[in-house]
DNA sequence: AGCCAGGCTCTCG
DNA sequence: CGAGAGCATGGC
């Protein structure tokens, strides 16, 4: 095994604790994203060899206005290429180079929010590793529970994730789209998914294998071109195509107003309890302008952490 | 026990 | 078109 130790300086303000706490939930693990022991752990595979990443602050307590952090990639072998390849997806995925200062900014006048600001100080909006990941996550999250959700996105790794062991551990990396199209819909269905999801999954894997679905390509395509080329897809409406754009790719503008969970979180800290259709969702959120999809990952982060004594 | 969860498709008036 | 059934699993 090869190991590489090298440094990352985000854009400030930035925690690590928060970013990587986001990404994981708060709950330590959640699919192959490992936040433990102040040290965020994903593993990733590039030209089907396993390269794993490892991202740990360089003081503590950290210090949000001043961050820097120490990468760590690990590999069978490592080249200079798979070096630079992994420093590249570790400031993706923990969206190192996002400036919140314009978010704060708006949200001074966030009578709601603004009480929150010193304790969610520095949460970058992370993100997927691979616009194929972030589907399959929000299919899994469709319709169900939360708790459910992690639970199958877990059991997806768990059961088809490329492994590799390392320091007395076995990391795993989330299914490439060939394996999940080899495993079928019954091994897909043996992780609690419906009949109906495997089905969504596998033909997007399929498509993605064949080449005829060049999901990756839309990474860095416009938000209404991602929402043109995904809607058509079998199993993928409106909300999921805005989980995809807010939480895989970490576009700021974009609201999931059609969110069960977000709309209540809403009523009751915006409406005085009274329900919120999509429509007055949308509506609500325009007052936070281009920045209204980083807002919705406060108040998730928010409620998570169980700050809004409102909700108590 | 039964209903609802961070939706979506399919079917039927 | 709009409304409604069905879906997997876990928690209340």
């Known amino acids: 095994m090869e190991r590489w130790e090298g440094r990352l300086a985000p854009t400030p303000p930035f925690s690590l604790a928060l970013t990587a706490g986001y990404q994981t939930y708060f709950q330590g693990q959640v699919g192959a994203d490992r936040f433990q022991n102040g040290v965020y752990s994903r593993l990733l595979v590039r030209n089907g060899r396993p390269v794993l990443l490892q991202v740990a602050g360089s003081s503590s307590p950290e210090d949000p206005n001043h961050p820097l952090l120490r990468i760590q990639v690990v590999a069978p072998t490592l080249a200079q290429e798979d070096i630079a390849w992994a420093v590249e997806r570790a400031s993706w995925i923990l969206h190192t180079d996002a400036d919140l200062r314009p978010l704060y900014t708006r949200l001074?006048?966030?009578?709601?929010?603004?009480?929150?600001?010193?304790?969610?100080?520095?949460?970058?909006?992370?993100?997927?590793?691979?616009?194929f990941e972030g589907l399959v996550f929000a299919i899994c999250g469709q319709q169900v529970s939360s708790v459910v959700a992690r639970r199958i996105r877990t059991a997806l790794v768990e059961r088809f994730g490329e492994p590799m062991d390392w320091d007395g551990q076995v990391w795993r990396a989330f299914p490439s789209p060939e394996r999940l199209w080899e495993t079928g819909v019954k091994g897909l269905r043996e992780v609690g998914l419906s009949q109906r999801k495997a089905e969504y999954i596998l033909d997007i894997a399929r498509q993605a294998v064949e080449g005829s679905l060049p999901l990756e390509a839309l990474a860095y395509s416009p938000s209404p071109e991602v929402e043109a080329r995904l809607t058509p897809l079998r199993g993928i409406g409106r909300w999921t195509v805005e989980w995809v754009l807010?939480?895989?790719?970490?576009?700021?503008?974009?609201?999931?107003?059609?969110?069960?969970?977000?709309?209540?979180?809403?009523a009751r800290l915006y409406n005085h309890g009274s329900p919120l259709s999509a429509e007055e969702a949308r509506m609500l959120a325009e007052r936070w302008g281009p920045w209204k999809g980083y807002v919705a990952v406060l108040l998730f982060a928010g409620a998570r952490l169980g700050l809004f004594p409102s909700l108590r």
């Open 108 to 131: 001074q006048e966030d009578h709601t929010l603004r009480p929150l600001l010193p304790a969610l100080y520095g949460l970058h909006p992370p993100r997927m590793p691979s616009v």
């Open 246 to 266: 807010l939480r895989g790719l970490g576009r700021p503008e974009v609201f999931p107003a059609g969110d069960l969970a977000l709309q209540r979180l809403l």
